[in-house]
């Protein structure tokens, strides 16, 4: 079957001229497996990084963790997030470790700034320090922790690939993407878990096979999801990118975030699976190529006012705050007549 192509680079226009240009892989499938659309390499291999963290949390639901802990749906999506370390998540975190008997030094994540504004602000007006709760994937490692209690597993070195923790959720992301064990790859991520490494194409499938799970009524995917889509907030924060995406879309979209240029993405009720990579990770470029794989999939939704027109449109400033270019979609003829007339 052919597919039909997408173009989702994204350029840089300073004036008349492409200044920078950003290449953009995607893969987008539906549950059956079929490669619906795609853009440059759709079998790029790349790292899931959090795009992975619904299928890292999904064994704790199916093997009753949430029932046992006494955990809502707050909880799920922050076992979920890529959170802006706002208030509001910080404090469900820590309450998170607290009911495990943990306290902030059982988590194997470092501390980091908050990843939003608010939080940051809310963080130095307070005078306090950056804890390991302000990790954006505090969450995770809450409830990473939570299973491994339910497991009877030890608590310690459950970050660690050989722990059966990382081994169990190394199995889970095979079974959910279509590929033997051995096939996917293994590192360790940013917030030192285990990270896994795939094709986009597979990335997509897992996101599509997801939503097919829910449409079919499979409890766990449901309250995966569900704890997603309904407490966008807890997914991200205040102006975050996912958070406003999966608002704006009336909960038909599941969107997560993961770093050096990875996205991946579901239309619910259509069983469709995303996965967008940026070729060299720049976020500038990340967030335009999913909104214009969504809007070419039929969102059609009005970006720019759902809180996300710095998302949709930028423009280009300078010190003094003129608009000097722009940054859009573009493929290769984007400023090549200009380009060569310079040189003529």
Same mark, same amino acid.
């Given at each position: ?59 704790? $639901?199916?093997?009753? *963790?949430?029932?046992? #802990? +006494? ?5 799920? @999506? %922050? /076992?979920? &997030? ?105 590192? $360790?991520?940013?917030? *030192?878990?285990?990270? #896994? +490494? ?5 990335? @997509? %499938? /897992?996101? &599509? ?136």
């Amino acid at each position: 079957m052919n597919t039909i192509p997408l173009s989702l680079d994204v350029v840089i226009l300073r004036g008349p001229l492409v200044e920078s240009r950003h290449r953009v892989h995607a893969a987008v499938v539906d549950s059956s497996g079929t490669l619906l659309r795609s853009a440059r390499d759709p079998q790029l291999v790349s790292w899931w990084r959090s795009c992975a963290k619904p299928f890292q949390a999904l064994p704790l $639901v199916e093997e009753g *963790g949430l029932e046992q #802990f +006494g955990w809502s749906t707050d909880e799920l @999506a %922050l /076992a979920c &997030a890529s959170h802006g370390g706002e208030p509001e998540h910080v404090a469900l975190a820590g309450a998170m470790l607290a009911g495990l008997g943990l306290e902030e030094g059982d988590l194997a994540c470092g501390p980091h700034e908050p990843l939003s504004a608010r939080g940051s602000r809310v963080l130095r007006e307070s005078g306090h320090r950056v804890t390991r709760l302000h990790n954006n994937c505090s969450g995770k490692h809450a409830a990473m922790l939570a299973r491994a209690i339910l497991r009877n597993w030890p608590i310690e070195g459950y970050q660690n690939l050989e722990h059966p923790l990382q081994q169990s959720i190394h199995e889970t992301v095979a079974r959910w993407t279509g590929m033997d064990k051995s096939r996917v790859a293994t590192a $360790v991520d940013g917030c *030192g878990v285990t990270v #896994f +490494g795939l094709p986009l194409y597979n990335m @997509a %499938l /897992a996101y &599509a096979k997801l939503a097919n799970a829910v449409q079919k009524g499979e409890s766990a995917p449901r309250d995966v999801v569900n704890a997603m889509t309904g407490n966008p907030f807890l997914v991200g924060g205040s102006e975050r990118f996912d958070s406003l995406v999966m608002k704006a879309c009336g909960g038909r979209v599941l969107c997560k975030v993961g770093a050096e240029g990875v996205h991946t993405l579901a239309i619910l009720d259509q069983s469709i699976g995303i996965a967008v990579k940026v070729e060299d990770g720049h976020q500038r470029a990340q967030y335009l190529a999913v909104l214009a794989v969504l809007s070419a999939l039929g969102e059609h939704v009005d970006w720019s006012s759902n809180g996300l027109s710095e998302y949709s449109a930028r423009t280009i400033r300078n010190t003094r705050n003129e608009s000097v270019g722009e940054m859009r979609i573009g493929d290769e003829s984007v400023g090549a007549a200009v380009t060569e007339s310079t040189r003529s």
